[in-house]
């Protein structure tokens, strides 16, 4: 079993705690060459997918286009969520704060930061890169502090871990209403995309707008319809 860090925005991270989001789709880097049009995993349980199609350089004969791996890993493997948050000081003890629902993580009561004695470690290397110095109540309110990138959370920080339950390869408008709702979307997101999902004048469920609305809020591209990783998974708390 490996563990490897995967990026979540604010709304997604709420959609994970709350269970409402199981899977995500990434896009595969670098994109096939190929006009490919059919994908299998390899047997030997590498966690690597071979896409295949017809290539014009041939006349049309079939090729492969190559080995692709999956960056996040293969079923029974873990992804741990990395998110926005911040070191605060909660009256006085550590504290971690997390932006997406202003959660906040007393380090005081979790039992690795104690010594023999049931104190805090304050030499814990852990802690020790971060001043703890901002309250917490002044974070939140955007009076003092910073919050820090979701990229620099280290992993003793994260709350959310998760165990891959299966990974496929699928084009990105191949999606389903159930898979856009097990994607985090919800009756709020639909509305906020309703006028400029890019697939709003497709006739597509309203969920799939809201996800084609998401997707193309992330950077991603909707209309190019790229070769996805579809990775499914459950949360684990240990």
């Known amino acids: 079993m490996k563990e490897r860090p995967i990026l979540f925005n604010a709304p997604m991270v709420r959609a994970v705690l709350a269970d ?105 290397p852990r802690s020790k890169p971060y001043p703890f110095s901002c309250w917490s109540e002044d974070l939140i309110a955007g009076t003092e502090g910073r919050w820090r990138p979701s990229i620099h959370m280290p992993r003793w920080v994260c709350r959310i871990l998760l165990e891959i339950t299966d990974v496929r390869v699928e084009r990105l408008q ?30 597509k469920e309203a969920v799939i707008h809201g996800f084609a609305g998401l997707w193309q809020s992330t950077g991603g591209n909707w209309d190019e319809n790229p070769w996805v990783w579809v990775v499914e998974f459950k949360r684990v708390t240990s």
């Open 20 to 124: 409402q989001k199981t899977v995500t789709r990434r896009m595969i880097k670098p994109q096939p060459t190929l006009d490919t049009d059919e994908w299998v995993v390899d047997a030997g349980g590498t966690g690597k997918w071979m896409g295949s199609g017809p290539s014009p350089a041939t006349g049309g004969t079939r090729q492969t286009w190559g080995w692709a791996t999956c960056p996040y890993g293969q079923p029974g493997d873990r992804l741990w969520g990395r998110e926005t948050w911040s070191d605060v000081n909660l009256q006085g003890a550590p504290g971690i704060a997390y932006r997406a629902d202003d959660d906040i993580r007393d380090l005081m009561e979790d039992e690795s930061f104690l010594d023999e004695r049931g104190a805090f470690n304050y030499d814990d």
């Open 174 to 203: 191949d999606i389903s209403g159930d898979q856009a709702e097990a994607e985090g979307v919800d009756a709020a997101m639909c509305q906020q995309y309703l006028e400029t999902s890019p697939s709003r004048f497709e006739c």
